[in-house]
């Protein structure tokens, strides 16, 4: 029953050759192979460049991989300071390194980790994931055969976390003061500055070629600023024909619920989605005023309109269908399912009972859930986490999907579900908006404070949305852009 393009797309078919010692890999994880029970087909196909660039990771993965004989003198050459391998004399091509460190939710967390791993693609790096707290074992399967994705507890450098755009290893601040260290670091988070964002210009990049060990904060999408580096983008036009498909497939390949979360994920959909014709995402999620203020320039008043928003994009663009006053049933014809995700059950309750209170004009019987409400953002702990990667997947298994503005929490359901939603307008002053959403341009999160005039230092280039087609603003974040 399993569809043939996933597992082609999953599994090792190396070269050509059964591989026997991948199996376990893939029996380890439940959701790897259960995953086609649940998803639609994918419309979209990965380029054939695409599924050997990946087969090519995973072999260098496995030999470069945590305590593999290039791992360890890495780590020697890291211990005795030198920022490049160039001393080598080994005729083992040396391996590089790219180590991420998680920030902020969980979105945030998987949309980082993918644009991570896109980099570490292009520039031949091994990813590697600082997982202190343990979350990512948690919550996802090891996604390449034979091998870890998780940085040893014993690597040299401690508390990662604690790095900083004033550690001498900072990329900015090398740039600034021109000093000597045994590995970069990149701040790639809202605090990043002028210097930082140099990240994403060509000669930089020449220069982190030759460094062993690079290591990431990021909370961003940092993949659409990717395609804007010269030196990567005949190679991500071959990767990527279709732009709005690089979260879609990278997050498919990599993110895998662990059995836990899988379990969560399927009794969810078995008790409430999978017996209905149809099935609607509903994500809502708000923000403090202060914040969107400073961060998206934009101002909410309480939100009390915002069920009827919820309602009038639903009902406006066909979603969910008009409700009567009138009694009397309509005779049944389809059956819907509404999966709401919030952190607070306020909005549910109001579109579960506008449903259940009237009728329907074309006799759909419209069904309402919402799997928790959790009060607030807990990240760290693993119960709530848990919650939210299955609340994520559940989003992106539903056939329509409207979302919240801003929210990685939505971006990474509807690429990975390869949806393209309709974004909520937030009312403004306790008026329902007019149009109450918007259809997202493609299916590719937004990168949030993409460094647009980045280069302006090095190359004078001002506005890149208005060079390059397939990269826009976001619907939702005017400083934001996004692929298409
Ligand atoms: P963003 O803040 O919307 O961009 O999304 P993030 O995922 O980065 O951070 C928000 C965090 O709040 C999530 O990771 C969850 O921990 C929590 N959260 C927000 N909305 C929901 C929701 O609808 N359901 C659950 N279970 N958790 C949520």
Redo the contacts with the bound molecule.
């Keep these: 029953d399993l569809d043939e393009t996933l597992l082609d797309f999953t599994s090792a078919k190396v070269s050509g050759q059964a591989d026997v010692s991948r199996s376990s890999h893939v029996k380890g994880c439940l959701s790897r192979y259960e995953s086609a029970l649940y998803r639609k087909e994918s419309p979209y196909k990965p380029s054939s460049y695409l599924i050997t660039k990946l087969r090519q990771y995973e072999t260098l993965h496995k030999r470069c991989g945590p305590y593999t004989e290039s791992y360890n003198r890495t780590i020697t050459q890291l211990e005795h300071g030198h920022l490049t391998n160039d001393h080598e004399t080994t005729s083992d091509k040396e391996c590089k390194y790219l180590i991420r460190i998680p920030y902020?939710?969980?979105?945030?967390?998987?949309l980082s980790l993918a644009s991570a791993f896109l980099y570490a693609l292009l520039t031949d790096r091994v990813l590697l994931v600082y997982d202190h707290e343990g979350e990512t074992a948690d919550l996802f399967c090891e996604p390449f055969p034979e091998t870890t994705w998780l940085l040893p507890p014993d690597f040299p450098i401690k508390n990662l976390e604690n790095l900083n755009q004033e550690s001498p290893e900072c990329y900015g601040n090398m740039l600034k003061h021109s000093r000597n260290t045994s590995f970069v670091y990149l701040h790639l988070i809202y605090t990043y500055d002028d210097y930082d964002k140099l990240f994403f210009c060509d000669q930089d990049q020449i220069f982190l070629q030759n460094v062993s060990w690079v290591i990431m904060k990021s909370?961003f999408y940092i993949a659409p600023s990717l395609f804007l580096i010269k030196s990567f983008q005949q190679e991500l036009a071959t990767l990527f024909p279709e732009k709005e498909t690089v979260f879609h497939f990278l997050g498919r390949y990599l993110f895998f619920p662990s059995n836990p979360v899988w379990e969560l994920i399927t009794r969810y959909h078995r008790a409430y989605l999978s017996n209905s014709d149809e099935t609607i995402g509903i994500?809502?999620?708000t923000?403090h005023p202060r914040f969107l203020a400073a961060a998206f320039n934009f101002t909410t008043s309480t939100l009390e309109a915002l069920p009827d928003t919820i309602l009038a994009c639903s009902i406006n663009n066909n979603i969910l269908p008009e409700i009567i006053n009138i009694n009397g049933s309509q005779g049944s014809s389809k059956s819907k399912s509404v999966i709401v995700?919030?952190?607070t059950m306020k909005y549910y309750e109001k579109i579960r009972d506008v449903y259940w209170e009237h009728a329907t004009v074309n006799g759909d019987t419209i069904a309402v859930f919402q799997?928790?409400?959790?009060g607030?953002?807990?990240?760290g702990n693993k119960k709530?986490?848990r919650?939210?990667w299955?609340?994520?997947y559940l989003l992106s298994l539903t056939d329509k999907l409207i979302t919240?503005p801003?929210?990685?929490?939505?971006?990474?359901a509807q690429a990975l579900g390869g949806l393209r939603p309709w974004i909520l307008h937030m009312p403004k002053d306790e008026m329902v908006p007019n149009p109450a959403c918007t259809r997202a341009m493609s299916m590719e999160p937004c990168f949030h404070k993409a460094p647009v005039n980045g280069c302006k230092m090095r190359t004078g280039v001002d506005d890149a949305s208005a060079v390059v087609p397939f990269f826009r603003r976001c619907e939702d974040a005017s400083l934001g852009v996004k692929l298409v």
Excluded: C
């Design positions: 902020d939710g969980l979105g945030n967390r998987m909370q994500q809502i999620r923000f995700t919030s952190l799997p928790s409400s959790e607030g953002q807990k990240t709530h986490d919650k939210a299955a609340e994520i919240s801003w929210s990685t929490f939505g971006y990474v």
